[in-house]
């Protein structure tokens, strides 16, 4: 069964530094969602991209970040000067016409 | 403001016992409600969708949009039912829309 795959499973940078985390949706699909989840806390919503572009983003999902599909299946989420409060696990999930998200294994994310 | 409440942070059980992870939400149009579980050290996984009136693994769900809840029940708690469960709510029956999460449960189920 195809499935969402993340790279790396876990990152560590420093404070200020660029990262960008990788996702593999699965192939036929046409949705895809960045999540992320601080530890101890809640699953949260940063932002879907449909057809080349941004198609909902929550208030997380600031100038620091951004998302790109690169080529016809890599799926990006950038962080641009990263900050100790950006320490989380990051999911990602895709979607084909149905509104059912598959997600991946999560990238761990260590700011120091 | 759309919400999910999972009231219970843990939930221990004995094998055998019955089941239930309490989920409430709040959304004031008709949302189409999930229930994902977390097992150790695997990916978020669908359990269940309530527009699908499955049972799976054994559990079901009903939405009751009166009192705007959507637990989930389970007749008999196995050990491998251990795990994370989420409940969340998408607010409109359409691909590329947020999901909105509940922050967990912690099912521990022992022999």
């Known amino acids: 069964e195809p499935e969402v795959t993340q790279t790396p499973s876990h990152q560590v940078t420093q404070m200020g530094q660029e990262v960008i985390l990788r996702c593999v949706p699965i192939s036929n699909h046409l949705y895809f969602y960045w999540y992320r989840q601080i530890l101890g806390q809640k699953v949260e919503f940063l932002v879907s991209?449909?057809?080349?572009?941004?198609?909902?983003k929550s208030e997380i999902f600031d100038d620091q970040f951004s998302v790109e599909r690169p080529d016809g299946s890599n799926f990006t989420l950038k962080i641009r000067s990263t900050k100790l409060e950006d320490s989380a696990m990051y999911f990602c999930?895709?979607?084909?016409?149905?509104?059912?998200?598959?997600f991946g294994p999560g990238t761990r994310l260590t700011v120091l | 403001a759309q919400r999910v409440t999972q009231p219970e942070k843990l939930l221990s059980v004995f094998k055998g016992a019955p089941v239930e992870l309490k989920c409430n939400y709040s959304?004031?149009?008709?949302?189409?409600l999930f229930w994902y579980v977390q097992y150790s050290r695997q990916r978020l996984q669908l359990l269940l969708r309530h527009i699908s009136r499955e049972s799976i693994k054994g559990f079901t769900a009903d939405l009751n949009k009166g009192e705007t809840s959507f637990h989930l029940k389970k007749p008999f708690a196995q050990e491998e039912d251990s795990a994370m469960y989420y409940c969340?709510?998408?607010?409109?029956?359409?691909?590329?829309?947020?999901?909105?999460f509940g922050k967990g449960t912690t099912l521990s189920v022992s022999s």
């Open positions: 959304y004031s149009g008709s949302p189409e």
């Open positions: 999930a895709s979607t084909g016409m149905s509104i059912t998200q598959y």
């Open positions: 991209f449909y057809n080349n572009e941004i198609s909902e």
């Open positions: 969340a709510l998408i607010r409109a029956n359409q691909a590329g829309t947020a999901l909105i």
